[in-house]
């Protein structure tokens, strides 16, 4: 096969297939991992206190999971995305679905909060990893064409995740006698780590930049991303993604465990049907937002998102409830209007940062807001113990950091355009 005149060959049509397919799969995995506390915090939590559970302790211990993932992601994706850029896309891809799937796995054993706490923060390492290696990875492998709607599709993958998860708790209910066969299942994306390890292509494109360093000696060193070249690309991509990764965790997120404490005593399953919901409206979402970016061009149509993701939660907090005609439809409105970030993000990222450090760069710009969303979610969780467990006043208090997007957006700079 002859390369592009750039030392790089184009992998077979089967091999961009595999690589969008393993990447693909490891972000419906993650979506798996993501959606997991959500639904079943209040059953897990139940479970372990026992007699000692209160509906406040309930939502501070929500918060606490959700941190901790947070926080795992963050550190994940900064590790693993410059594993990725060091040892290769595939292998870093490898080891962090073989992360979060052995901490899942683990989470069906625990006798104490303190240990699946400590177990959310191992998954969030994995959790962290995939998205900056899946991303550069396929980035890389597929034609420029194909880009916007490759990114989508990659985008959409961790909502299919939340939908897979849905149907489960829908189907056989997660209730405090009945939840460890959950984090159980979500162990089984093992088998696609090794068989990712084993046999996925690598990324043409990192394979060509490291024969080229290789027969240079090294002479010319990777870029720093807070270097004067590429310092204001960086710091304006870590802000950009903050802003949507806190509001859909601080905000957002509250709607499902406010469905289980209103539903949950009469319909077990509410919860779940909540988070599909959600996760119907944000697959969609996910993938438009890939598509808006090229439609409409980046700052408009990331403005344009944040003042619909700020109107759509505190629509969906204050004008339904849950087990009301509406609440629904508004829940499935949110999940569309609030994941567009994340198909843009899909688009945005990987495009301003040069090949030799683009899964570190993407896997810090996307995860260094999981550092803001862990403390933030404690804060959450600290005001719905302050507001005495009022989901409706916390979830719209917290929505307002999508009126942060308005500004952030004008600040980005926009880089020269990179030689692949």
Known sequence: MSDDGHGTVPLSRRGRSAVL????????????????MPVASLSVTKSLMGEAFTPSAGGDWFARYTAALMLGAAIGGIVLGRFGDRYGRSRGLGVSILLYSLGAAAGGFVTSQEQLLLLRLFV????????????AIVVESWPAASKATVSGVMAAGINVGIIILSQCGRIWPITP???????????LPALLSLAVLAALPESPQWLARRRGGVTEGNATPSPSLFGRQLRRTTLAAILIASIPMVGAWSASKWMIPWADAVAGPTDPAYKAVTQGWWAAGSLVGSFVGALLAGWLGRRTSYFLISVGATAATLAMFNLTAPLEPGFH????LQGFVSTLFFGWLAVYLPSVFPVEVRATGSGLAYNAGRFVTAAGVLAAGTLFTVLGGDYVRVGSLCSLVYTAGMIAIWLEATPARQKE
């Open 124 to 135: 969030g390492l994995g959790v962290g990893g995939v998205w900056p290696n899946g991303i």
């Open 177 to 187: 006698d009945s939840w460890r066969w959950l984090f159980q299942i979500a162990g």
């Open 21 to 36: 397919a393993a990447a693909f799969l490891g972000l419906v995995f993650d979506g798996f991992e993501l959606g997991l």
């Open 329 to 332: 439809p508004l829940v499935c």
